[in-house]
């Protein structure tokens, strides 16, 4: 019998793999619907869909590797980190979904979130107050207007596949829908700013970098008291509290 490997867990949902299939296992069935509509209309590599029971969303694993991960080392040449921004570029130039999706949040709902967050983040002593105030600068740059795209919202390194130099497949889609098409590409690089130049090269347009790095801090500046209060360890080297420093 195959073993039973936790992807991930955490109280709001959880991926297992047994064998050739992963399951989601997810009680929001909103996010889970958004996900099956999302890799419907995606024009690039997406896993298939075995089955589906609520809670669970049963998908086939796909060939080849993942690029990395947040905080663990890179792989995969510069051709193959191109073929990743050409990749993510299709995704963006693809026709709209119909809903918003993470990277869709308006201007203000997220300055007002983010100023809430670098307060907490203060007071309860979880980052200095200088490191929160210099990447609250930095964040501004982010919250500017935008043109729509169709935008994978979690774009983690972990969730793209490649074989070689070929994506063979982009995983995790519940976040996905309208949004800033900058967003998915500094998510993407968060912590391997050694390969943005590989993944602008293929994404194959001027990219403003005041913005990526924008990205960057306010990703991380929202996220660190949610991965601490959900098992994750931001504090580990190259994770996001790394990211926040290398902006000071």
């Not at 889970?32 to 075995?50: F, N, R, W």
């Not at 694993?61 to 990749?87: D, I, K, M, N």
């Not at 740059?141 to 063979?168: C, K, M, N, S, Y």
Request: glycine share 8%; net charge negative.
């Amino acid at each position: 019998m195959d073993e039973v490997e936790v992807v991930v867990a955490h109280s709001e949902r959880a991926t297992l793999r047994v064998g050739d299939v992963f399951l989601k296992v997810d009680a929001d069935q909103a996010r889970i619907d958004a996900e099956v509509e999302a890799m419907s209309l995606a024009p690039v590599p997406t896993p298939e869909i075995l089955w589906r029971k609520p809670p669970v969303l049963a998908i086939a694993a796909l060939p080849g590797t993942t690029l990395g991960r947040l905080g663990g080392p890179s792989t995969g040449s510069p051709a193959a980190w191109a073929a990743a921004g050409a990749a993510i570029r299709k995704l963006h130039d693809a026709p709209l979904p119909p809903r918003p999706g993470r990277a869709g949040r308006s201007i203000v709902a997220l300055a007002a979130e983010l100023d809430d967050e670098c307060e907490l983040l203060v007071t309860n002593g979880v980052l200095p107050a200088d490191l929160v105030t210099r990447n609250r600068q930095v964040a501004e740059a982010a919250l500017r207007p935008w043109t729509p795209a169709f935008t994978h919202g979690d774009l983690q390194i972990a969730h793209v596949f490649v074989d070689g130099d070929e994506v063979t497949g982009i995983i995790d889609w519940s976040e996905a829908g309208q949004g800033d098409a900058l967003y998915d590409l500094a998510t993407f690089t968060l912590g391997h700013e050694e390969h943005l130049d590989d993944v602008i090269a293929g994404y194959g347009t001027d990219i403003d970098l005041d913005v990526i790095h924008a990205w960057w801090s306010l990703r991380s500046l929202l996220g660190v008291r949610w991965l601490i209060e959900h098992g994750f360890d931001p504090y580990a080297p190259g994770c996001e509290v790394d990211v926040l420093r290398s902006r000071m």
